[in-house]
């Protein structure tokens, strides 16, 4: 059994409290995975992710007090090492360009949830080994 195990540290920001349930049922069936913790409002996931450390945040684009844009801004100016990756229910050309170029790491669709949120974990996992390597 391999003790350096990498698991990603997953922080799920969304005013939906459904979707953050629905979110965290389906990671929690991943080995490589851990949610640290979840966050309903801008302010509440800025604060969550100094305390969790989180490696990955998964945060909606629209938020009852801020957009997911400004506040990936803020998590990026604290917590330049961590991964953001902004989600929507709208067609994602538009935000993709927007996320992609205000310090978000990707863009998932919430219609293509499981699948993207499969990649996603692939990709960040690959990425760690590679840093930790």
Excluded: H, W
Excluded at 54 to 67: A, E, F, G, N, Y
Excluded at 92 to 115: C, H, P, T, W
């Amino acid at each position: 059994m391999n003790k350096n195990i990498i698991k990603l540290r997953i922080l799920i920001v969304d005013d939906i409290d459904m979707m953050r349930v629905l979110v965290t049922q389906y990671l929690i069936k991943n080995d490589d995975v851990v949610i640290v913790g979840e966050a309903c409002d801008g302010e509440e996931a800025l604060k969550k992710a100094q305390e969790c450390s989180p490696d990955v945040i998964l945060m909606d684009m629209s938020l009852p007090d801020t957009s997911g844009v400004a506040i990936a801004r803020k998590i990026k100016a604290i917590l330049p090492k961590v991964c953001i990756y902004l989600c929507s229910a709208y067609p994602v050309d538009e935000y993709r360009e927007l996320g992609m170029n205000s310090f978000a790491d990707g863009f998932i669709q919430k219609s293509s949830l499981k699948l993207e949120l499969l990649s996603m974990i692939k990709k960040e996992l690959c990425r760690r080994k590679i840093v930790n390597t």
